[in-house]
């Protein structure tokens, strides 16, 4: 079929064009956002989930939801190696510009400026990968201390009376927030934590890999209570279904029941690789209604594509080591796998592998779901791993 009309879009938190079975929680979120503007109690939220189950088009999606209900919005992606106040700052500092042009808002926006000065001040020595430009002067002991758990409270409290002022609420997006040393997460939460007690319309909504929930927990304790923590997993059947069916029937073309069991089997559920095998069966398929057989010849096509763009990109980021323990992993199946057994797997002792094990947590690559516990963060990476390190070459 015509390629210009596939209405399919797999990619890296590429809108799908229909986003189905995220409702509740988006109604969640904005029932959290329509609270925090009227000084009410409002949990914030950590999206967790594993690669590729959508968690970055949900978060866009509740973003835009928010701007179209006048929520200001700031929105961070956490790549490894960067620090929570070199994400931070310069976001904060175009919000708080925006926010100086509510006239009742502006001299505590201003205020929160001067704040911004002095936490970047203070907190550029140690923190050398800040890079903002500073509107005004500092003000003395306004977050200066040079205490990042400190300072932070304080300049998001500048950033709550702001934001209370212009009648509005203030809402921090994070992507990718399990790479946040867990130091600077500590920050974080305290800061929360201290607009919750101070009742200010400010509110985090975050996104990260499973881990997250557990990393937060040891920064912490409060954590728990402080965030709702939904978990993001495969679509629903239903939900599912309608991902596909309503692109299709937006185009003018159906899809044959048998074909679209085959779709929803071979991905089980999983929001990219549903968008990734339907854009290749519409590739594959000659006219409408797309059968069984289009899903058939359009496998090959559409696992090649899912090995390279989205498997091999976080496979080439191990070291040989590193690629061996995955594969010890895909070698017992789907997990998660007892750590001992993947030691007993790779003919190793369990302590000499912790350190790999440690290495791939870092990267995103595996989590713990329980101690002692190994799985992937990425769905089906076992049969990839089983596919570009085939039979026992890897041993």
């Excluded at 085959?262 to 854009?279: E, K, N």
């Excluded at 791993?385 to 039979?391: E, F, G, S, V």
Aim: charged content about 25%; hydrophobic content about 45%; aromatic content about 6%.
């Amino acid at each position: 079929m015509d390629p210009v009309r596939n209405p399919f879009a797999p990619g890296a938190g590429t809108p799908p064009p229909e986003l189905a079975g995220r409702d509740g929680l988006r109604e969640t979120l904005r029932i959290s956002l329509a609270r925090a503007r009227l000084g009410r109690p409002a949990k914030s939220a950590m999206l967790v989930g594993l690669r590729g189950v959508g968690k970055t088009v949900l978060m866009a999606q509740v973003r835009r939801d928010a701007e179209a209900a006048g929520v200001h919005t700031i929105q961070i992606e956490a790549p490894e190696g960067r620090s929570l106040p070199a994400l931070l700052a310069p976001e904060l500092r175009q919000g708080l510009l925006r926010l100086s042009q509510f006239e009742q808002a502006k001299d505590l926006a201003v205020r929160a400026l001067r704040a911004l000065a002095g936490f970047v001040g203070k907190l550029k020595p140690t923190y050398k990968d800040i890079e903002v430009g500073i509107d005004y002067e500092a003000e003395a002991g306004l977050a200066d201390n040079g205490d990042l758990e400190h300072d932070l409270q304080a300049l998001m409290e500048q950033v709550g009376l702001a934001t209370k002022a212009a009648g509005t609420v203030f809402a921090i997006f994070i992507d990718e927030l399990q790479y946040v040393k867990e130091a600077q997460l500590a920050a974080l939460i305290t800061a929360m934590h201290r607009i919750e007690q101070r009742q200010l319309p400010v509110v985090l909504v975050g996104a990260g890999l499973p881990q997250l929930r557990g990393r937060m927990g040891n920064a912490k304790s409060y954590a728990e209570r402080l965030f709702d923590f939904p978990e993001i997993g495969a679509l629903a059947p239903a939900a599912a279904a309608r991902a596909i069916e309503k692109p299709l029937q937006a185009e003018g073309v159906e899809i044959t029941p048998e074909a679209l069991g085959q779709i929803l089997d071979v991905t089980r559920g999983y929001a990219y690789f549903l968008q990734a095998w339907a854009s290749h069966t519409w590739m594959a398929a000659k006219g409408s209604p797309i059968v069984v057989q289009d899903v058939h010849r359009a496998g090959t096509t559409a696992i090649a594509a899912m090995d390279e763009g989205f498997f091999r990109v976080r496979f080439d980021r191990c070291t040989p080591k590193e690629k061996k323990y995955l594969r010890a992993m895909a070698e017992l199946g789907e997990g998660p796998h007892r750590s001992g057994d993947i030691a007993q797997c790779m003919a190793e002792r369990v302590s000499s592998l912790a350190p790999t094990r440690n290495a791939l947590i870092g990267k995103g690559m595996i989590w713990s779901p329980n101690h002692g516990d190994t799985a992937f963060t990425v769905p089906m990476f076992d049969q990839f791993m089983k596919r570009i390190m085939p039979a026992d070459s890897w041993r």
